[in-house]
C-alpha cells in the first residue's frame, strides 16, 4: 500500500516541494520525508479530505519549515562571519569576557534542570523554540516560559555580581 502510494503521488509531492524550496536535491529529500512520516504516523484522516490535499499541505508546512531553519541557519553564519571579522579582542577585552563567562557558569546551577536544557538548545544547539518543543515533547508556550524565567534568574544572579 505505501509502495503504491509512494508510485502515484511522489511527483506531487515534489513539484509541490520543488517551487518553495528550490533546489531538486531538497525536494526529493522533503518527498521522502514526507512519505516516512507517513508511513510512522499515518496522520492521514479521509473524513478530512483527499489524500492529495493532504498531501500538499503537508509538503507546504514542511517545505516553509525547512525554509525558515535555513534561514535561521543562514543568519547565524552571517553573524558569526561578522565576529570574525571583527577586530581581535584586546586583553582587556578577553579578560572581561572570561570574567562574565565565569559569573553565567557560576549563575548556571540556580536555574532548574527544564530552564537550562532550554538554554543550552537555544543558545549552544541553536534550535529555535518551536524546535525545543518539538524535540522535547514540550508544548511551546511552556518552552517560552522556561527561557523566560531561566534568562531572569541569570539577569538577578549576574547583576548581583557587578
Not at 571579522?85 to 572581561?96: G, K, T, Y
Not at 522556561?146 to 534568562?151: C, E, F, G, I, P
Amino acid at each position: 500500500m505505501a509502495t503504491n502510494l509512494y508510485r502515484e503521488y511522489r511527483s506531487l509531492v515534489y513539484w509541490t516541494a520543488y517551487p518553495l524550496l528550490k533546489n531538486a536535491q531538497d525536494a526529493e529529500d522533503l518527498t521522502q520525508d514526507i512519505f516516512l512520516g507517513l508511513l510512522r504516523n499515518n496522520q492521514f484522516n479521509p473524513e478530512r479530505g483527499s489524500i492529495v490535499h493532504f498531501l500538499r499541505t503537508m509538503t507546504r508546512c514542511r517545505a516553509i519549515d525547512r525554509l525558515r531553519t535555513k534561514g535561521v541557519k543562514q543568519r547565524a553564519h552571517e553573524r558569526l562571519g561578522t565576529i570574525l571579522s571583527e577586530p581581535i579582542a584586546s586583553p582587556l577585552d578577553r579578560a572581561v569576557a572570561a570574567e562574565r563567562a565565569e559569573q553565567v557558569h557560576q549563575a548556571m546551577p540556580h536555574l532548574s534542570t527544564h530552564q537550562r536544557l532550554v538554554l543550552e538548545l537555544a543558545y549552544f544547539n541553536g534550535l529555535s523554540q518551536t524546535q525545543i518543543a518539538g524535540h522535547l515533547k514540550t508544548p511551546l508556550g511552556t518552552v517560552k516560559s522556561r527561557v523566560r524565567n531561566a534568562q531572569r534568574v541569570l539577569r538577578f544572579h549576574l547583576a548581583a555580581c557587578r
